[in-house]
């Protein structure tokens, strides 16, 4: 009987620990939310920048090989109809972190576009740029507002025309506050 006590003792204390990481997980996923949602299509850019190269990575992993800043899609006749037909979109939205750790967003889904991409518009020399990002960081105790002319969304690939009025249905996924769904209107 008393070789079984430290065996049972071991056992509450894993239990313990693995009830203690549950419980930070979920603290942690509690503490993002997104307001102020909303989403439009997308303004053709021209011009030089939008024939530069670049490797370009998708929710649904990575596209690789050089394709387009106005894409980023392969050839196929079928991508490139549906970008060419309903172009592209963009959703905007605020992201805040109550906790007290730091977060990032690292994906989003939606079923409205043939790929989703996290985007970063910044000022070069006068010229505004576009480029893809891994990640875009959400302070502990503060706010990432994804807006036009900084961070946003990109829908590449609408799969139809984005009206006003209509809802656009995202899933963003954190690095460590789990999934939330967001409705953005379209504006």
């Known amino acids: 009987m008393h070789k079984r006590l430290p065996i049972v003792a071991i056992g509450i204390a894993i239990l313990g620990i693995i009830a203690m990481l549950a419980g930070s997980v979920l603290a942690q996923a509690q503490t993002i939310s997104a307001t102020n949602a909303w989403a439009r299509r997308a303004p ?15 929710d649904k992993g990575t596209m690789g090989g050089d394709k387009t800043a106005m894409g980023g899609m392969s050839g196929d006749k079928g991508t490139m ?11 905007y939205v605020t992201l805040s972190n109550s906790g007290s750790q730091p977060d990032a967003l690292v994906s989003a889904s939606t079923d409205v576009a043939q790929t989703t991409e996290l985007h970063e518009t910044t000022r070069d020399g006068g010229v505004m740029k576009m480029r893809p990002v891994k990640t875009i960081p959400v302070p502990a105790g503060g706010k990432t507002e994804l807006k036009p002319g900084g961070y946003h969304i990109m829908l590449m690939g609408l799969k139809h ?3 006003p009025g209509e809802k ?6 954190f690095e460590h506050g ?3 769904r967001v409705e953005a209107p379209v504006k």
């Open 168 to 173: 656009v249905a995202l899933t963003l996924k």
């Open 161 to 163: 025309d984005l009206k």
């Open 44 to 58: 053709a850019m021209g011009g030089h920048d939008a024939m530069k190269t670049d490797k370009m990575s998708g």
């Open 81 to 91: 109809g549906a970008m060419a037909e309903h172009g592209n979109g963009a959703v």
């Open 178 to 180: 789990g999934e939330t």
